[in-house]
């Protein structure tokens, strides 16, 4: 059986994630390096939290960043190396960096929802530990605030919409047909 000719949509899709998974792990190696090279001391958690002063202590899931930001480093990185696996094994045209490249859009997209859910319960919960109602400061910073949270799950409902045709467009039999 010939080979299925190669689209440009799985060859461009391919370059571009690479080209960008590339891009995140020197990023990540290079913000590894400086959380390893910096002090362990707890001076910026401390001026952010009731120890510096301010009476306002930081949100649980904020203070769980900053506990396990190494390892939250550490899975950004092994996540851009695993996008770059899966871009080459897209580009080879191979099974496994079709389903690969799949999984990691859809996981990207699940991740990006939740991230949004999260920010939105981070300010939220920053907003009733302040005892702070933007509307009482000032209507412009409720409604910045209204604006910020709308733009945030747009942009994840956006990032949502684009993976799933992206997938779609990659369990299509025409583009199956390429892989092997």
Request: proline share 5%.
């Given at each position: ?11 461009i899709t ?159 039999p025409a ?6």
């Amino acid at each position: 059986m010939p080979a299925a000719p190669r689209s440009q949509f799985v060859t461009i899709t391919a370059w571009l994630s690479l080209a960008l998974a590339l891009v995140g792990v020197l990023t990540g190696l290079l913000q590894w390096a400086m959380f390893a090279a910096s002090p362990a001391d707890q001076g910026l958690l401390d001026a952010l939290t009731a120890g510096g002063g301010s009476g306002l202590p930081l949100p649980p899931s904020l203070l769980w960043v900053f506990d396990h930001l190494g390892l939250l480093l550490l899975a950004s990185l092994l996540s851009s190396v695993l996008l770059a696996v899966a871009s080459w094994g897209l580009l080879q045209r191979r099974e496994w960096g079709r389903f690969g490249f799949i999984v990691l859009l859809a996981g990207g997209a699940l991740l990006t929802l939740a991230g949004a859910f999260a920010f939105d319960g981070l300010m939220g919960d920053l907003n009733a530990r302040a005892g702070f109602d933007p509307a009482n400061v000032d209507p412009l910073l409720a409604n910045l605030q209204a604006a910020m949270r709308m733009a945030i799950y747009a942009a994840a409902l956006l990032i949502g919409i684009l993976h799933g045709a992206i997938v779609w467009k990659l369990c299509t039999p025409a583009v199956r047909a390429e892989f092997h």
